[in-house]
């Protein structure tokens, strides 16, 4: 019997697909369960018509994904300040709703799920964000984490008491060195 799937289904093939089985596999499971509809003539006339008016929408919708991809690959990086502590670790995270909202900033409407986001960014830095804008069509941007004002003043003040801390402890062991040499020499 032929039938045309409505769903995907196993191995058979994809939703649209025109195939054969067996008449009690497609009675007793595809057609009770709507998975497919016989292929009689009105059925494969609508088929045909719907395969167009998909074409026609998927090329609609490729042109319109490819536009989103140019105008986001134009910004080409996007801020995000964030608090942190002086070691540059972020109090809490960036996630998709704060790069979708650093993006509305710039007035770029974007969705969360088409961000492409292992897990989110929990130190400061820059990092590679893949953007699935639909139809095939992917689309990087350079997201850079930065701190905020006060978590900058914090972050410079910890690197010049650490800096300093360097400084004396270098200047210990030097005069510790020359002890010994002088130790040694009597």
């Not at 609508?46 to 929408?57: F, I, P, S, Y």
Request: glycine fraction near 8%; charged fraction near 30%.
């Amino acid at each position: 019997m032929k039938v045309i799937l409505r769903e995907e289904v196993g191995t058979l093939g994809n939703a649209g697909d025109l195939i054969t089985v067996k008449d009690g596999y497609a009675r007793n499971y595809l057609l009770p369960r709507n998975l497919a509809v016989r292929a009689d003539q009105r059925n494969v006339k609508q088929l045909e018509h719907t395969k167009r008016a998909m074409l026609a929408r998927r090329g609609k919708l490729e042109a319109s994904a490819k536009a989103a991809a140019k105008v986001i690959e134009e910004v080409g990086r996007v801020v995000v300040t964030r608090s942190c502590g002086p070691e540059g670790k972020l109090f809490g995270s960036v996630t998709s709703r704060d790069i979708v909202a650093a993006f509305a900033e710039r007035d770029i409407t974007i969705e969360k799920r088409w961000l492409i986001l292992q897990e989110p960014y929990k130190a400061l830095g820059d990092y590679d964000l893949s953007i699935r804008m639909g139809q095939g069509i992917v689309s990087t941007v350079k997201v850079s984490v930065e701190p905020d004002e006060a978590s900058a003043a914090a972050i410079t003040a910890f690197a010049a008491a650490a800096a300093d801390a360097a400084a004396a402890a270098d200047a210990d062991a030097d005069a510790g060195s020359a002890d010994d040499a002088g130790a040694d020499e009597a």
